[in-house]
T-cell receptor, first 115, second 117 residues
């Protein structure tokens, strides 16, 4: 049973550049959530995708955008990178049942360093 | 707004000691879920346990146990007979039930647990 996978594992970018991170959900899951984890902090919710639509969004600027594909995989895009975007980006997948809170399972993350 | 507070930042114990990790939460909803995740140095968050707001029964699962008390808004997690492999950062998280989508998780800042041989 394949778990949540993310690519790349590490990434180094410079300020102003754009980056795309990728996530494949756990087998059988249809909902993908993205979180940003700064060093020494807990993960912060960015947004969630279900049925190829953004369903919820956290307190992140429009520079952060995403997409979900028909096979449920997802991308996180960040434009105009800032030094403060350096963090571990975690993808979580779950089964999007209505009126029920499913457990979110996390991938290994992508470590982004912005110089 | 939801909030999770993990007042302990770092805990160090000797192997085989029991250790309790504290978690206090705030929410306005009557229906919510609480979780504990473990994050080893590799970075991946590993799901440990979950509890919904309707079930205050405390349980034991192997070396893990948890104490959920709505009256004090606490959801504490205990590891019995700790092992070196338990060394990690432990996060408590809260989610509120949302119709139409899984709700976001709100995390605490985490507790770094070090288990010495």
């Amino acid at each position: 049973d394949a778990g949540v996978t993310q690519s790349p594992t590490h990434l180094i970018k410079t300020r102003g550049q754009q980056v795309t991170l990728r996530c494949s959900p756990k087998s059988g899951h249809d909902t993908v959530s993205w979180y940003q984890q700064a060093l020494g902090q807990g993960p912060q919710f960015i947004f969630q995708y279900y049925e190829e639509e953004e369903r919820q969004r956290g307190n992140f600027p429009d520079r952060f955008s995403g997409h979900q594909f028909p096979n449920y995989s997802s991308e996180l895009n960040v434009n105009a990178l800032l030094l403060g975007d350096s963090a571990l980006y975690l993808c979580a997948s779950s089964l999007g049942l209505l009126q029920y809170q499913e457990t979110q399972y996390f991938g290994p993350g992508t470590r982004l360093l912005v110089l | 707004a939801q909030k999770v507070t993990q007042a302990q930042t770092e805990i160090s114990v000797v192997e085989k000691e029991d250790v309790t990790l504290d978690c206090v939460y705030e929410t306005r909803d009557t229906t919510y879920y609480l979780f504990w995740y473990k994050q080893p140095p590799s970075g991946e968050l590993v799901f440990l346990i979950r509890r919904n707001s309707f079930d205050e029964q405390n349980e034991i699962s192997g070396r893990y146990s948890w104490n959920f008390q709505k009256s004090t808004s606490s959801f504490n997690f205990t590891i019995t007979a700790s092992q070196v492999v338990d060394s990690a950062v432990y996060f408590c998280a809260l989610s509120e039930l949302k119709t139409g989508a899984n709700s976001k998780l709100t995390f605490g800042k985490g507790i770094t647990l070090s288990v010495r041989p």
